[in-house]
């Protein structure tokens, strides 16, 4: 079964600061994308990057950045130079050819310190 | 502003009661999901319209239903209220692109069940 898995549950940086948030994923599908969100306080679920499986190049968005290791079932984004209106909880999530439905992570909660 | 629009926003009624939440999806795309975010539960696929079909669905309790309608906006129902139906819940859509395209969430609709 497809599944994503994101081991962070919580991440403390400091301003300014490069970082990485973790997700692997699993599936059996040569067909697939792999999508984070960014969802704030408010509540709302913002897109931030898709990656897809047959992309050679690691997707790049302004300040985000997809480290992209399919080997190891990788996709792991990278936020540089953070700031405080980061903090929020971010997932990762996959669609695959068997299905158009977003498959998430549990999450993970960022918290940018001034 | 995702052009995803859902409402009530917030919503608050008893145990036992009946709730509609409504969805009406971007211009010009045919594909609508419901998702439910609870604290314990992360977010969970619901179900999925394509074109006033249905054309997946997930963990959706036989308590719930939903449908499309042919102007494309989408209903989801909820009877029965219990306790643990308090969640966020989202409304996504999407063109239909497979696995490449991102889903394009509505700003949710709090659902808090007394």
């Known amino acids: 079964a497809q599944k994503i898995t994101q081991t962070q549950p919580g991440m403390f940086v400091q301003e300014k600061e490069a970082v990485t948030l973790d997700c692997t994923y699993d599936t059996s599908d040569p067909s697939y994308g792999l999508f984070w969100y960014k969802q704030p306080s408010s509540g709302e679920m913002i897109f931030l990057i898709y990656q897809g499986s047959y992309d050679q190049q690691n997707a790049t968005e302004g300040r985000y950045s997809l480290n992209f290791q399919k080997a190891r079932k990788s996709a792991n984004l990278v936020i540089s130079a953070s700031q405080l209106g980061d903090s929020a909880m971010y997932f990762c999530a996959m669609r695959y050819q068997g299905a158009q439905k977003l498959v998430f992570g549990q999450g993970t909660r960022l918290t940018i310190n001034p | 502003d995702s052009g995803v629009t859902q409402t009530p926003k917030h919503l608050i009624t008893a145990t036992g009661q009946r709730v509609t939440l409504r969805c009406s999806p971007r211009s010009g795309d045919l594909s609508v999901y419901w998702y439910q975010q609870s604290l314990d539960q992360g977010l969970q696929f619901l179900i999925q319209y394509y074109n006033g079909e249905e054309r997946a669905k997930g963990n959706i309790l036989e308590r719930f239903s939903a449908q499309q309608f042919p102007d494309l906006h989408s209903e989801l129902n909820l009877s029965s209220l219990e306790l643990g139906d308090s969640a966020l819940y989202f409304c996504?859509?999407?063109?239909?692109?497979?696995?490449?395209?991102?889903?394009?969430f509505g700003e949710g609709s709090r659902l808090t069940v007394l």
């Open positions: 996504a859509s999407s063109v239909e692109t497979g696995w490449t395209g991102e889903l394009f």
